[in-house]
């Protein structure tokens, strides 16, 4: 049922042995899973991708997990929402909103950190380490403990609380550091080299793309086989987006779909924004962006290792990279939650501002169909909302 | 499609008209929907229950709303979780938790909040107002937001912060009261005479219990049609307790399952435990808690309005009615987070801890399966965990 036959470094084509905990190719590149398309074909049917389970395991003859190895926490088959009345206010044709809050840890990277962990145990590691800006720390701290695997994490000491708390609760060696987040990539990098650790930085490890790459698989099933016109996303790592991608070669592969694709739109922040910046330079390899801000954590990232991935799928699919400021970012948060009652994160409200810019642009419109991945739930970042209630006594009446 | 009937009070036998808005029945007790349950035998098939939408309108032959009302933001289908090492650890043959954290705004209240927002809707009310702990109001403001209603909420000034900004964020009128959740029902009573909005109190609408009801749905088809031995459910206003009740009833009426039911266990804290002082004593309705107190506040429910009917499914079945601490609470949902890497509730904690004494008492033991009800994620309840980590600077090494 595991049709997985190898890795492969998609920047110098080396492949390697799947059967080994692997890291970065040799050449310092990412490694991409590699499957028998040919044995998949055979055993893929369209029902295995339309009923049956309801998290995204349901997609395990395209994964690379053995039955008896899956950690599961029920992740994925998270919904699409269409966002009508916000979708008006923008200005396009249909506004779909597939919604990552309802994953377990209440983000996107439980499938990344599901189906890393499931590997790691199959491979044999009894430990994972990784810095991180606050998240996917907390997914991989959950799945680590499921598996009974120990975790090693490293934050920056004003990564959000909520986080921490995450970590240390689901019992992972927990330390803060006075720093970024390379910082903390940098002494996680130390340890593993000392203590042998197995490594699970974003994309240091195969698996995680396999996991964000069932959102690719989800969101065809859910909008009818009909692929949207554009999908945006969030770029940290860019990670998800890759996933993305790489569902849809796998689908077409498997004659499930043609070659279309939706225009494939990153979104980053004004002040950081190194993919928008390599985009407008025609550029497949980003610089590191110095100084680094934004309130949206999840994609302040100066340097993502995958970004020439990204920027393939970009210039391939008549994508865009779109940079949008923080204070755009908090009005669509606002406005997504008081026109659908959705509470979305700055990543995801990202998207929205991103869109609106898109449409005044003339590049999206009224004709089209637009998705975007709304990466976490905005009960992980309520530190972003400021409210003045007014207070009443027990005899007070409501006066409008 | 939509095979409802009328409305029907358990205590006094009155029906009401179900076109119209209605609240309780004219005795006092809350109402409970009822259907032509042999149009929906012969509507309900096997394949409507186990195949289809991935949210649990999957139900909907089942449900009083017609489809162009439904209200949806992904709700239901939440996963059924085994918890290995956790259930041998409190000596069951099988655990299993349903985790209601990845709902929607967090926690289970999004299944009512759906299926009573979308029948206020149906049935022409243009606003809702209620006084909540804390999680119902966050879901019923995102609901009534998505429906385009106004909503107007009080909540004791002590609730919560984040559901206080849960439910400001929605853009729901929401006012802090010096007092408790019965104080803030006070005010809101006399605001809906005075303003004519529709009163979506816990029970005071009938809608809720439908929507509640889903779990029980769910939870049989995602254990293979066999009813677990026990299900624990962490006891306020009981509300998904008497809806997993009514869906056992409803799907024997419909030859889905047996007169067979699980033992139904009541669980509450100890410094608030109405229903199991009532237990104790054999009565079939409780009197009101005084002084309640527990940090669960979703069981700080001092007297529910449908207690009779918890009641009634807890003597029916062989269940019990069980009082835990805090203290106890706080370290099932530690041990739950280290082990299975699921950051639950307090009340879901809660019935971890129940579980424990029963297995203790013998009441339940090795030859048990046994499920659980996580009404709500970890990640809303976060104050309770606190940390105090370990901080390197850039230079510092991790020393084991």
Redesign the interface.
């Known amino acids: 049922m595991v049709h997985l036959t190898h890795l492969e470094c998609p920047r110098c084509g080396e492949k390697l042995d799947p059967t080994e905990l692997q890291n970065l190719c040799p050449c310092g590149a990412p490694l991409l899973v590699r499957y028998d398309m040919e044995a998949m074909k055979k055993d893929v049917t369209r029902a295995d991708l339309e009923?049956g389970r309801?998290?995204m395991w349901r997609y395990q003859k395209m994964l690379p997990v053995p039955t008896e190895d899956i950690i599961?926490?029920?992740e994925g088959?998270?919904?699409v929402?269409e966002a009508p009345?916000l979708g008006k206010d923008l200005g396009v044709g249909q506004f779909l909103i597939k919604?990552e809050?309802?994953?377990?840890?209440?983000t996107f990277k439980a499938r990344g950190a599901s189906a890393g962990v499931s590997m790691a145990k199959h491979l044999g590691a009894d430990s994972v380490a990784m810095p991180t800006a606050g998240n996917a720390g907390g997914a991989w701290?959950?799945?680590?403990?499921?598996?009974?695997m120990d975790c090693?994490i490293?934050m920056p000491?004003d990564a959000p609380?909520?986080t921490?708390?995450?970590c240390?609760?689901?019992?992972a060696?927990?330390?803060?550091?006075?720093?970024l987040i390379s910082?903390a990539g940098?002494?996680?990098k130390?340890?593993v080299e000392?203590?042998g650790w197995f490594d699970v930085s974003t994309l240091k490890e195969p698996y995680r793309i396999e996991g964000k790459k069932t959102m690719g698989l989800e969101l065809i099933g859910q909008t009818g086989w009909e692929m949207p016109d554009a999908i945006l996303y969030p770029a940290g790592g860019g990670v998800g987006l890759i996933g993305i991608w790489k569902a849809f070669e796998e689908l077409e592969a498997l004659g499930f779909i043609g070659s279309e694709r939706p225009k494939m739109i990153a979104v980053q922040a004004e002040g950081c924004a190194p993919l928008v910046r390599a985009f407008e330079a025609g550029e497949r390899d980003s610089e590191f962006w110095q100084g680094a801000e934004t309130m949206a954590a999840g994609i302040r990232v100066p340097k993502a290792l995958g970004d020439f991935l990204v920027m393939d799928a970009i210039y391939e699919s008549g994508g865009r990279a779109v940079a949008v400021s923080d204070a755009e970012i908090m009005e669509e948060l606002?406005k997504t939650?008081?026109?659908?009652?959705?509470?979305i994160c700055p990543e995801g409200a990202a998207t929205v501002a991103a869109l609106r810019k898109l449409v005044a642009d003339g590049y999206l419109g009224a004709d089209d169909r637009v998705m975007t991945i709304n990466t976490g739930?905005?009960?992980?970042y309520?530190y972003v909302?400021d409210?003045d209630?007014?207070?009443?006594?027990?005899d007070?009446?409501?006066e409008?």
Chains 1, 2 share one sequence.
């Open positions: 009923t309801t998290d599961c926490l029920g088959m998270t919904p929402i009345v919604d809050g309802t994953n377990p840890t209440g701290a959950a799945y680590a403990a499921r598996a009974g090693f490293a000491e609380e909520l921490m708390k995450e240390d609760l689901f019992g060696k927990t330390y803060l550091v006075r720093g910082d940098a002494i996680i130390r340890a000392r203590y606002y939650a008081r026109m659908e009652g959705m509470f739930s905005g009960l992980k309520s909302v409210i209630l007014p207070v009443l006594d027990i007070d009446d409501i409008l």
